[in-house]
């Protein structure tokens, strides 16, 4: 890691005409009031101090030894600009790859939790490509943090999360610029609770943050580029989201437009999430409720005391664990156990559905959901929602509710980017919350190196989108193959007689053999429709063609093929030693035949 001298650093510029109050707030709990007519600038120094200058230039004195804390002024639009000053930050090479990255860390108006006015804390992330010319930017990545419990693993501070760090170290060499807030609670605002999965507050300051950064940038000259993709994994996921349905309902973010969402694995619906852990009785991210729980307390959104909500593994430790931001949230789940049944986090009248204590928890988590705001989504924002089925950190019933809640909305599902705007991937239940988490970033980066050739002035290459809008599911697939010369029925063939499996009296494959070897390899072909119909693929339309390629002759057309593959299905009712596998194919096929 080598350190660098930035000429970097975010103040609060204000105009003479229409005075405004500021207020600057120390550690000590004192404050400082000014009107913006008596001030020219504010710097935010490393160490936690403040200069103050007046109109003519010369500093205006402050208390000997006090730290900063936050700024509040009376005008939402009081404008972030980027000045020269003298600060210490960090460029990293090997940590972030073999690229040298800028961090300009900045202080910019937002709001807090209640709604009130306050200055929060990000930073920038440029690649020192962009940073000196050699390259242009393609755009800007709003990078949500996931969960964070440590005052010192935050953005500002040099630390950056899976999420930010994948999108430098790799070997594609993205030429974007990225975003990301330490959010409230933390860097700026530090002596405050955090505002975890309290969605609105945390879109908001990232969305701040960006308008902050494109003031920065654009004030140094930098282009910020032509792209805007918004980025959010687990917790982040959530604020992701919750950032689409701001900019489309709150005022003052009408000039964000995201190229793409890419949210992943998200407690999209709180509520949903909350009732599968009790309802379970277990979660492997056994930090996460609590975490949330004591967010939604302390900022007045659950009224009973802690020793009222959590049992004493928990309770005993709320300053020391959650509210001192001392400890890393991998650190505290280790202090609680993973897999820690939530009987013992939580009292019984907060873990047993039929409490009316839990109930009235359940409802204020729903009212906190993205998926129960009263928002109608503009299917034109495109989104790209992904999830392990297996995932047992955030359970994939979330998203789940968050893919009913966009197709109600009009939104057609499609797992194949460019066919609709809503691009869905539901990975097998075998992946893992992390490991399913990596092939989500591996994608999301391949799209965004991609978009710049796959898109011009918004709208999709004329080959792409025909590629896009061509037959690119497994049959589809098979028959290309079959019109370059493959045949792929022969190659099935061989493969299932050298595996000793019978084939039908015509020769072709029995797909009952077939659904037998699916069997044996414990293939639920319930679940299998499941995941596929959660990735817009039409899972019964795509049994019943493969049916019809497997089972059909060169003599005989397609229906032939799949009236003799129905009839084969509905022997099975009289076929006492039927596999499950295949008495479910029959329901399919006697619900089609029907």
């Given amino acids: 890691m080598k350190k660098y001298i930035l ?11 229409n005075a405004k109050v500021i207020r600057i707030h120390y550690s000590d709990g004192t404050t400082k009031v000014y009107t913006s007519s008596e001030l020219s600038t504010i710097d935010f120094n490393n160490n936690g101090t403040v200069t103050v200058y007046a109109y003519d230039g010369s500093l205006i004195p402050q208390p000997a030894g006090k730290i900063y804390e936050s700024v509040t002024v009376d005008d939402q639009e009081a404008v972030t600009e980027y000045a020269s000053h003298q600060l210490e930050g960090e460029v990293y090479g090997v940590t972030l790859g073999r690229r040298n990255v800028t961090a300009i860390n900045m202080v910019y108006p937002s709001v807090d939790p209640a709604n009130n006015s306050v200055s929060l804390s990000g930073t920038i992330l440029i690649p020192d ?9 393609e755009g800007v990545i709003l990078v949500h943090h996931f969960t964070l419990l440590s005052k010192y693993n935050i953005p500002t501070r040099g630390y950056y999360d899976a999420s930010v760090k994948f999108l430098f170290c790799n070997s594609l060499n993205l030429n974007y610029i990225v975003v990301v807030s ?33 003031r920065i940038l ?9 792209l805007t993709f918004n980025l959010g994994a687990s917790s982040a996921g959530f604020d992701a989201m919750e950032a689409l349905r701001v900019i489309q309902t709150r005022p003052g973010y009408e000039s964000i437009h995201f190229d793409k969402t890419f949210a992943y694995a998200g407690p ?7 009732n599968h852990y009790i309802q379970q009785d277990t979660t492997y991210y056994s930090v996460g409720m609590p975490i949330a729980m004591v967010s939604y307390k302390e900022h007045g959104f659950l009224s009973a005391d ?9 309770a005993d430790h709320i300053d020391s664990w959650f509210l001192s931001k001392d400890y890393t949230s991998a650190q505290v789940l280790s202090f609680i156990g993973p897999y820690t049944p939530v009987s013992e986090l939580l009292q019984p009248d907060y873990c047993s559905l039929n409490s009316t204590q839990t109930q009235a928890m359940l409802n204020m988590l729903g009212s906190h959901s993205v998926t129960a705001t009263g928002w109608v989504p503009d299917t034109n924002h495109r989104i790209f929602l992904m999830h392990s089925h297996g995932d047992k950190f955030v359970p994939f019933v979330a998203t789940r509710r968050m893919l009913d809640f966009l197709t109600s909305a009009g939104y057609k599902k499609s797992i194949i ?6 691009q869905t991937n539901v990975v097998n239940q075998r992946l893992g919350h992390t490991s399913a988490g990596t092939v989500f970033m591996i994608q999301t980066m391949a799209a965004m190196k991609a978009w710049p050739l796959m898109y011009s002035d918004d709208e999709l290459n004329p080959y792409y989108d ?11 697939t098979m028959r290309q193959l079959d019109e370059m010369g493959f045949d792929c029925r022969q190659l099935i063939r061989d493969v299932m007689d050298a595996s000793g499996d019978d084939t039908s009296s015509s020769g072709e494959i029995d797909i009952i053999s077939v659904m037998e070897r699916m069997d044996e390899a414990g293939i639920d072909l319930a679940l299998l429709m499941e995941i596929l119909d959660d990735s817009g693929i039409n899972g019964f339309q795509l049994l019943l063609d493969l049916i019809v390629y497997l089972t059909e002759n060169s003599d005989e057309g397609a229906e032939g093929g799949l009236d003799m593959a129905i009839n084969r299905m509905l022997d099975v009712e009289h076929d006492p030693n039927a596999l499950p596998m295949q008495r479910y194919a029959y329901q399919l096929m006697r619900t089609f035949k029907e």
């Fill in 7 to 17: 000429l970097a650093v975010a103040v609060l510029m204000f105009g003479v005409a």
């Fill in 129 to 137: 490509e962009i940073m000196n010319g050699e390259v242009e930017s």
């Fill in 182 to 214: 330490d959010f409230y609670g933390f860097g700026a605002t530090e002596r405050f609770p955090q505002a975890y999965l309290l969605g609105e507050a945390n879109a908001r300051a990232s969305l701040d943050a960006l308008k902050a950064a494109r």
């Fill in 218 to 226: 654009c004030n140094e000259g930098i282009n910020c580029g032509p």
């Fill in 268 to 274: 999209y619906d709180v509520k949903a999430t909350f």
């Fill in 306 to 314: 802690y020793n009222t909500m959590f049992k004493p593994l928990i």
């Fill in 417 to 422: 980017p460019g066919r609709t705007n809503l």
């Fill in 466 to 476: 025909s590629l896009a809008h061509r037959d690119l599911d497994v049959v589809g």
